[in-house]
């Protein structure tokens, strides 16, 4: 299924001039830019089938594709332009829409018999276009952040062991930073939780590519068992992909190599992730199993430091937000989360024994109807 799915019926009554009018000149302008010369004759929109009123009708598609007849070279040819459009079905944001359209200029010239690629681009303003045809990879240019990750912090009380007013109050920040994004409700939340919900089970950077990435014969995560991670997880979908109240604003990575300090309590966070909507328990469990992880192999810094920060952080977010819903929706993230500390071409030094305490902690909280913190203790605290 792709966004070009409605280029084969003409729907007569919907035909446009396009001799005038906002976007005339900008159609013009593509044509002439992917055949030079060419003259625009008419074009007309597309639609789905144009069989109706029978049970093969088909009523809808991905795309609002147009037909625009030129002449070019003396001769007729009929080209068409693919818009692709929002939707419910993987289509709703403008980078989802962007790859449909770039994966087709790739593999369009693949297929024999296929028609053929002339231009992809991108829309700019109302009457200009930015043609993309013969460029590679994407790049993006961003600001740069000054500060510490806050991994440096876990490290340093993870070697000593103990607290220090700065390591209290700067989780006091993270908290507080949390509450305030996730304060902001989104519009359309239902296609964009359950979006966000499949994605984390589903999609390359969910559970199932974390998956798909485990080498063969990793200790303590041999297949059998990941398998049955992953249909626990695909349960849990079918649990929460209805809770569009929770949809907030989320950052959809904050792990500690996302956040800075500076030298106190300023912070700034990098790479927001995965559409930046979705439940909040995903920005929560993905901090919070870092307490955890960063004492491995070290028990008196769980003891001591870490397990505080440990129940802190759930139960100040939920203090702060009164979300106390975290609980019901934190297993399958915090089986994502699990699974990306475990998988060892992410963590390539990580000790078999730890690797199982992890994927312990991450069945044990699957395996609930409801998570709670005291779930650690069992994998970290001895």
């Given amino acids: 299924m792709s966004l070009f799915g409605m280029t084969t019926f003409l729907e007569p009554s919907e035909a446009q001039t396009w001799s005038s009018g906002a976007g005339a000149q900008r159609l013009r302008d593509m044509v002439q830019a992917a055949l030079p ?36 070279a003396g001769r007729d040819k009929a080209l068409v332009l693919h818009t692709a459009t929002p939707n419910e079905f993987g289509h709703d944001r403008r980078a989802d829409r962007a790859e449909e359209m770039l994966l087709a200029a790739d593999t369009f010239g693949s297929i024999p018999s296929h028609v053929r690629v002339l231009d992809v681009g991108a829309y700019r303003g109302q009457n200009d276009f930015v043609s993309l045809a013969g460029t ?12 510490r990750v806050y991994a440096d912090d876990l490290r340093h009380i993870a070697r000593t062991g103990t607290l220090t007013a700065l390591d209290i109050a700067r989780e006091r920040t993270l908290v507080e930073y949390l509450a305030r994004l996730h304060a902001e409700k989104p519009l359309r939340p239902q296609a964009v939780y359950t979006r966000s919900i499949r994605d984390t089970v589903g999609s390359g950077e969910g559970v199932f590519g974390i998956v798909d990435g485990y080498p063969e014969g990793v200790p303590a995560a041999p297949r059998s068992r990941l398998e049955r991670i992953e249909e626990q997880c695909l349960s849990w979908r079918f649990r929460l992909k209805r809770r569009h109240e929770r949809l907030a604003r989320t ?8 956040v800075l300090f500076g030298e106190r309590l300023d912070l700034t966070v990098l790479d927001t992730s995965r559409g930046s909507m979705g439940d909040p328990v995903d920005d929560v469990s ?60 992410w963590y390539p030094e990580l000790k078999a024994e730890d690797r199982e305490r992890i994927l312990g902690f991450v069945e044990k909280a699957l ?8 779930m650690a203790e069992e994998f970290f605290g001895s």
């Fill in 37 to 72: 010369g060419a003259q625009i004759m008419r074009v007309l929109a597309l639609k789905p089938d144009q069989a109706s009123h029978c049970e093969t009708s088909k009523g809808a598609g991905y795309g609002a594709p147009l037909r625009i007849d030129v002449i070019h």
């Fill in 367 to 374: 395996g609930a109807e409801r998570f709670t913190p005291e």
């Fill in 251 to 258: 950052h959809g990575d904050f792990h500690p190599f996302n």
């Fill in 286 to 345: 993905c901090m919070a199993i870092n307490f955890a992880f960063f004492s491995l192999g070290q028990p008196e810094a769980w003891r001591d430091a870490l397990k505080s920060l440990w129940y802190g952080f759930w139960e100040g977010y939920v203090a702060l937000t009164g979300d106390d819903g975290i609980h019901e929706a934190a297993a399958p993230f915090l089986a994502w989360r699990g699974l990306v500390l475990a998988n060892p071409k």
């Fill in 136 to 147: 590679g990879d994407f790049y993006l240019l961003t600001t740069y952040a000054e500060g």
